[in-house]
C-alpha cells in the first residue's frame, strides 16, 4: 500500500511564477490536508478537501492560492504570483473516510524555493 | 477555535535521560491527541496518540498523559537516545461538522548529546 505521494519534492521558481503542488493519496483515503511549513517553524494547516469538495480553506491566504482535489487524479496546490514569502516545505496529508479522528499520514512534502 | 500551546520549543538532553514535552489546548471537545516526530527534512511521522477516554498510554521509551480537566497533555521519552533527536509536535483534533480538524502545537526541537 503506497504512502501519500506528493511531487515535485522540490521545486523552484522566480518570483511572479506559478507553483504547482500534487498530492495523493494513500489508497482507500479520500479526505486530503495541506499544511505549510516554514523554516524551523511548525505546521499551519491551510486547507482541507474531500473528492471535489473544499470543506474547510479557513488557514489559506485568500489571495494566489486555491486548491482542487478532482474526482480523478490528485489533490493540486496552486500558488500564481509566487513571492519569497512562500519559500516553505508544503506537506500533504491524507485520513480515511470512516475513521472519526484519528491519525494523519503524511507525504514527505514539497519544498518550494522561491528566488 | 481551537488553540494548542507547545512547551519548551528547545530541549537539550544528555543521552539516557529523561525528557518532557508539555502541551494545553483549549477545546474541550477535543477527543484525540497525537504526537508526530519530524527528523530533518523529513515527514512528520506518528509517535504515539492518546483518546480522551484513557488517562495514559504507553509504548516502550515513550509514554503520553492527558489531563481533560485540565486541558494539558504531555510526551515523556525515557533513556534517551542520539536518535531520538527530532522536531516533535502535539497536536488536538476534534471532530468538526463531520470531518477531524487538527490543530499542532508549534514544535519542540529535541537534542540528545551522546
Known amino acids: 500500500n503506497a504512502g501519500v505521494m506528493q511531487n515535485p519534492r522540490h521545486l523552484v521558481r522566480r518570483r511572479g511564477q506559478e507553483a504547482r503542488l500534487r498530492c495523493s493519496p494513500m489508497?482507500?483515503?479520500?479526505?486530503v490536508y495541506w499544511y505549510r511549513q516554514l523554516p524551523e517553524e511548525g505546521l499551519k494547516f491551510m486547507v482541507y478537501l474531500q473528492k471535489e469538495n473544499i470543506i474547510d480553506e479557513s488557514g489559506m491566504p485568500k489571495e494566489r492560492f486555491s486548491a482542487e482535489f478532482p474526482k480523478e487524479g490528485p489533490s493540486i496546490l496552486r500558488i500564481q504570483q509566487v513571492v519569497r514569502g512562500d519559500s516553505a516545505a508544503y506537506f500533504c496529508a491524507s485520513s480515511p473516510v470512516f475513521r472519526d479522528t484519528g491519525e494523519l499520514f503524511f507525504g514527505e512534502g514539497s519544498r518550494l524555493t522561491v528566488l | 477555535g481551537e488553540n494548542v500551546e507547545q512547551h519548551p520549543s528547545t530541549l537539550s538532553v544528555q543521552e539516557g535521560d529523561s525528557a518532557v514535552i508539555k502541551c494545553t489546548y483549549s477545546?474541550?471537545?477535543?477527543?484525540?491527541f497525537p504526537w508526530y516526530k519530524q527528523e530533518l527534512g523529513k515527514r512528520p511521522q506518528l509517535i504515539i496518540d492518546i483518546r480522551s477516554n484513557v488517562g495514559e498510554k504507553k509504548d516502550q521509551r515513550i509514554a503520553v498523559t492527558l489531563n481533560k480537566t485540565a486541558k494539558h497533555f504531555s510526551l515523556h521519552i525515557t533513556e534517551t537516545q542520539p536518535e531520538d533527536s527530532a522536531v516533535y509536535f502535539c497536536?488536538?483534533?476534534?471532530?468538526?461538522?463531520?470531518?477531524?480538524?487538527?490543530?499542532f502545537g508549534t514544535g519542540t526541537k529535541l537534542q540528545v548529546i551522546p
Open positions: 477545546d474541550s471537545a477535543s477527543n484525540y
Open positions: 489508497k482507500g483515503h479520500s479526505h
Open positions: 497536536a488536538a483534533t476534534l471532530n468538526s461538522g463531520g470531518y477531524q480538524k487538527v490543530t
